[in-house]
Structures are given as structure tokens and as C-alpha cells.
């Protein structure tokens, strides 16, 4: 009898049982991580509370184990803006049966006072800023200003942990304001004399004195509503006026409620920031990502609403009304490149001279412009596209053209503003703002204005 090696029986036995039962081969291999549980998330490296980090990313122990909440953990992580590094790691515990979660990260703390001077038409002004992040292990950041000069003088405070935005601003300002024979008024802060569409037909100095305090917290599902509560007080006098202003010397209480609603797709474009914190490489934890194409286009989408009111219930001597309306969507594309726009809208019942709204302000346009117009209701939109011209471990370079208009009724009468730009600025992955100007043309005056380059670079593009 023909006799066959004990090797090609134990293959042959082996092949059958695994026709009839798949799963055998199986035994002793580690199973799908997905739908198990969480059962710990141990964090080690950083100084950074473990509390906090296991409270901000989307896996929770004790829940259930997915890949779309580990690949949300990693994106949370990131965004705290406060890690040099971080690694997120799954694996399956035999010894409970549950999914075991590393995270492994590198991260730091600043305390830094800011100084700025600055000059200009007005006799310039003097800031301090003092800046902290991460001091209190919660990968908070606290800041505190003081402010002087340009005709303002104010105080800030401000606090921001994760979820939480506290702040309290209190102050006073004088301010030359410009009425024109068309109607428009000037915009506070600029110098603008006589335009080309109208000449001044009065001048007059704006002085007001100011306090608020707001308070915010984001919540729900990804953490994708936030709501708001907001007080405000603030008097205002008017003097050297040519012409008879409406007096307002009472006060003007206000007390907000706001609410807003944040969409994202596949991630959402990435718009926080690390702060000061990117100085000592805080925040930096996913530039190699950043640097890579996107496998698909990503977008965010804000919603947002308030609505304030004025009455003697907060002690105010006027009683009005106003509601916000605002959208803002961003598309970031394959190599970066980003497509934004924003709309903006405000009604106001009852609205004194100084509550107003403007057809510049608001949220409505963010080119620089020199006139305005004020009405009670306003609304606006804009469009803007941000190429990314040369982008490296460096920094970026980038091109932001944008075009805008903005209509504000007044009564019967509806005007109009609209005007089109280009910002150019370079931003360094390790500096905090972007460097370069902003050239800004009103269609309605025909001129030009320029300005430092903000754009909304300031995320983490």
C-alpha cells in the first residue's frame, strides 16, 4: 500500500475543515476591532491632563470601538492645537476582551507678554498683550490686554478650554466721524476726508463708554452646536457737530442670545489654530498631513443666529430689538486651495442713532473701505477663493482675491455697497499671523484702501 507523508495528510485534513468551517482558521487571530468595546485609553508623554485629552477626542471608554471615531480622536487631537506630536493607537486586549487605545504625544506651555506700538493720523497707541497656553495642564489658553491711544482706551480678558469661551471687555473711546452730503458716513478708524462721490456736510466726535461679557460653550453630537449668552452696556455722547444729532445720553443695555450649527464633510476644512503656541512648534502635531493632498474635497459649513434685546429689564433707557443671520462655507480642495463664502444679514426694531446697523460692518463685507452706509436692517455676502502658491515646511504662500456687496435699508431708501480686492500674505508654520497687504476697490467711491493682510488664513490651512 502506497503510503502518503504525514505533511500532505495534516494539509489535506486542514483544507477540509476550513471548507466546512472558515472560522477554525481564525482561532487564536486577534478579531475586528470594530464594534468592540473601548475598554482603556491610557495617554503618556505630555504634560497635558489626561482627563482633558480623553474628554475632548470623540472614543470613550467604556463605549463602542470604530474606525470613523478613531480617525475623529486623531482630528480632535489635533485641533486642542497644543501637541508637537501625538500618535493614536488601537489594539485588541485579550485580557478583557475590549479594545485598548495608546496615545502617545509631546507637547509644552508659553506665558508671553506682547507690546505694540503703533503710529499713524491719530497719534498712534500703545498695546500689552499677555498670553498664556497650557499652563494649567487643560489645554487652555488665557489672555489679558490692555489698550491706549488711537482713540481707545480698554481692557480685555478673555479664557478658553475646550469646549468653554469666556470673556469680559470694559472701556471707553472718542471717535471723528464723518456725515456726507450723500447720506454715507465714514467708517471709525479710517481718515477719509472728502470722496469722490460726495463731500462732508458735518464732522463729529463720537465718545462712548463700554462694557461686556460673553459666554459660550460648545455640546451635542461632535460637539457640532455651540450656544452663547451676552451682556453689553455702553453710553454715548456726541460734540463739534455742525448739525443737530439725536441726543442719546442714556444708557444702552443689551443683553444676546446666540446659536450656531457646524457642518463638516469628510473631516471638515480645518480652520483652528494653535495660537502663539505654534512659536515653540504647539499645534504643529499634523503639518506632515497638511502637506499632503486631500483624498477628497473636505467643507465646512457655520450656521449662526442671535438675537438681543434692550429694555429696562436690563436697565436700559432704550427699548430695540435686532436679529443676526449669518452663513459661512468653506470647500478645501485636493491640493489646499479653499473656496469660501459668507452671508450675512441683520433686522433691527427701534434702533437708536448708535445702534444702527452698517452696510461694512457686521460680518457683511471684509474688504477695507473708507464710507459706509447706516440703516436698521443690512445684509450682505461675500466670495473669496484662497490659492496656495507655494506651499513647504516652511510656510505658505498665498493669493485671495475676493469680490462683495452689501445692501442696508434705511426707511424707504436702500443703498448699496460693493467692492472687490486681493490679499497676499506669507504665513510661517511657526508664526501665529500671516504677513502681507491687503488692497481693497470700492465700487461705490471709486478708490482704493489697503491694509495689513489678515485673510482668512488664519486656520490651519
Known sequence: MKRFPAALVFLCLLSVEALFCPSALLAGQPPSLEGLRVSTITVSGCRTSPDEIMEQIALKAGGPWTSG????????????????????????????????????????????????????????????????????????????????????????????????????????????????????????????????????SDSYTRKSTFSSFTVARRFGDDYRHRLGLDYSQSKYSFSDSTSLLPSEPGSH??????????????????????????????????????????????????????????????????????????????????????????????????????????????????????????GDSAFGATAAYSWFLSRSRRGILTAEPFVEHSWVLDGALCHSQAGAGMAFYYRFWRFPMPIGISVTRSFMDRDFAFAAAAGFGFGRQ
Open 69 to 200: 471615531a478613531e480617525a475623529q480622536s486623531r482630528r480632535d487631537l489635533h485641533e486642542m492645537g497644543v501637541f508637537k506630536s501625538v500618535s493614536l493607537n488601537s489594539r485588541y486586549d485579550p485580557a478583557t476582551g475590549g479594545v485598548a487605545v495608546d496615545i502617545k504625544a509631546s507637547d509644552g506651555w508659553y506665558l508671553i507678554p506682547l507690546p505694540f506700538v503703533t503710529g499713524g493720523s491719530d497719534g498712534g497707541g500703545f498695546s500689552l498683550t499677555l498670553v498664556s497656553g497650557n499652563v494649567l495642564r487643560r489645554a487652555e489658553t488665557m489672555f489679558a490686554r490692555l489698550k491706549t491711544g488711537s482713540g481707545e482706551t480698554s481692557g480685555l480678558l478673555g479664557f478658553h478650554k475646550g469646549n468653554w469661551f469666556v470673556s469680559a471687555k470694559a472701556g471707553e473711546s472718542s471717535q471723528n466721524e464723518k456725515h456726507y452730503a450723500d447720506g454715507a458716513y465714514s467708517v471709525a478708524g479710517t481718515n477719509a476726508a472728502e470722496s469722490h462721490a460726495a463731500s462732508v
Open 253 to 374: 443695555n443689551a443683553l444676546g442670545l446666540s446659536y450656531s450649527y457646524t457642518l463638516k464633510t469628510n473631516g471638515g476644512a480645518n480652520l483652528s489654530g494653535g495660537g502663539l503656541g505654534v512659536l515653540f512648534g504647539m499645534g504643529l502635531s499634523d503639518l506632515e498631513e497638511r502637506l499632503k493632498p486631500l483624498p477628497a474635497t473636505a467643507s465646512t459649513n457655520e450656521f449662526s443666529a442671535r438675537a438681543g434685546k434692550s429694555g429696562a429689564f436690563v436697565g436700559s433707557d432704550y427699548d430695540y430689538t435686532t436679529l443676526n443671520l449669518n452663513w459661512n462655507g468653506v470647500w478645501e480642495f485636493r491640493h489646499h486651495d479653499r473656496l469660501q463664502f459668507s452671508a450675512a444679514g441683520v433686522k433691527g426694531w427701534g434702533l437708536p442713532f448708535t445702534q444702527l446697523a452698517v452696510s461694512s460692518g457686521g460680518g457683511f463685507l471684509r474688504g477695507t473701505y473708507l464710507r459706509q452706509w447706516r
